[in-house]
């Protein structure tokens, strides 16, 4: 089995800053991509910002130029830096690995999830 545990969610003024972080554990041989997805009340679930094992990363029009994602392999944890935040990032917001386990079946595996206020 595989576990991915999110951390860093939280209630922010607009304008501020928030840092996200997904850790994975368990079975795992190797990871694939690493992303971050959203889900606002109401709304479909959306891509955020994903980054593959190697080459460029990948981000929502919505998020560039405020949002960074960043990786540690050897930890299997991803992080999501979030600046400039406004009230329409609001949301749950979802790590989701692609994963090959050691018995070397691959499939993609979510967090639970980590709740983003951004309200003054």
């Known amino acids: 089995q595989v576990q991915l545990v999110e951390s860093g969610g939280g209630l922010v003024q607009p304008g501020g800053s928030l840092r996200l972080s997904c850790a994975a554990s368990g079975s795992i041989f190797r990871i694939n991509a690493m992303g971050w997805y959203r889900q606002a009340p109401g709304k479909q679930r959306e891509l955020v910002a994903v980054t593959p094992r190697s080459g460029s990363t990948n981000y929502a029009d919505a998020v560039k130029g405020r949002f960074t994602i960043s990786r540690d392999i050897d930890k299997n944890t991803v992080y999501l830096e979030m600046l400039s935040l406004k009230p329409e990032d609001t949301a749950v917001y979802y790590c989701?690995?692609?994963?090959?386990?050691?018995?070397?079946?691959?499939?993609?595996?979510w967090g639970q999830g980590t709740q983003v206020t951004v309200s003054s």
């Open positions: 989701n690995a692609a994963v090959v386990t050691t018995t070397l079946f691959s499939r993609d595996y």
